[in-house]
């Protein structure tokens, strides 16, 4: 297991900070054979700006399956009931599922595409399992915000991650664009750790999932972080996928256009990070927000063939 970092101390002080990454962003890693993972051009962008997006990742069918598959868990009441379940602060629609990879067969398998795989391990070093998963849904007209933060900064101070080693996976199920509010990553925030401030109330995640207001950094270091590398707007066709660091600083904007905007979002850690107890003396967080249980790592499996009706007529 990782260490504890003591320069990764948030919520403590009186001030903010911004203190230097300690590890890696790309982990030394056995080299895959050619065409699997992400190519050198890749990985550098992915090591210099803390993300990398690839386009048509996932094919129409696939998506369409996967869009399918999130309107059932939606219209479910039952889950929906659930406590995986967040609705939109100040009204009913449902804003994100978590742990979509233990309550959907077919996101369980997704989870373990080998692709998926291969790119995370190649950026972590190391075997992999899921640290969170949900789906984040963006209704038209009424989707709300997600403020500028930090994921590690969260991981770390409430569920005692103990280092930058994990990599999320944006998978885009509908279109992304500048009406719906798409995910925005700060290119080469993720060098820099912004020590936030103020208390963690307990039980902070019932409140959090549904508008964070700890662990939120202030105007100046975002204002800092913004100045040394823009901010990245990622907009992209249902099917595009976008791996990110995740110390690298991102939020979205409200919906307030027609268009629903929903992602999937896969959480890797790498099994040699997993985590220790929540700084603060705080009390760990559910399992459906941060894995402490089942740490084994991932073994690919082979997505179902999607095969056009000519193809099938042929066999």
Known sequence: ?????????????????????????????????????????????????????????????????????????????????????????????????????????????????????????QILGSRVYIHQSRANLKPGFSGKEFYWHSDFETWHVEDGMPAMRAVSCSIALTDNNEFNGPLMLMPGSHRQFIRCVGETPANHYKESLRAQHYGTPDPLHLSLLAEQGGIASIKGRAGSVVFFDCNTMHGSN???????????????????????????????????????ENVRALTPVEPPVHRTPQAALTE
Do not use: C, W
């Not at 027609?258 to 399992?287: D, I, K, M």
């Open 1 to 121: 297991m990782t260490p504890i970092t003591q320069p990764y101390q948030s919520r403590l002080a009186q001030e903010a900070a911004m203190v230097l990454r300690q590890e890696p962003v790309v982990y030394p890693h056995a080299r895959l054979p050619p065409g699997r993972g992400l190519d050198p051009a890749q990985l550098k962008r992915y090591e210099e700006d803390g993300f990398v997006q690839i386009e048509d990742f996932f094919g129409p069918e696939e998506i369409a399956d996967f869009r399918a598959e999130l309107q059932r868990m939606a219209s479910d009441a039952t889950l929906t009931a659930r406590e995986e379940t967040i609705r939109e602060p100040g009204g009913r629609d449902v804003r994100s599922i978590f742990s979509i990879h233990t309550l959907s067969d077919a996101f369980s398998r997704l989870a373990r595409h080998p692709r998926l795989l291969d790119i995370t391990q």
């Open 254 to 292: 409200s919906n307030i256009s027609p268009f629903p905007r929903s992602n999937l979002f896969l959480v890797y850690n790498s099994v040699e990070n997993t985590l220790n107890a929540p700084h603060g003396n705080l009390a760990p967080r559910p399992e459906f927000i941060a894995t402490r």
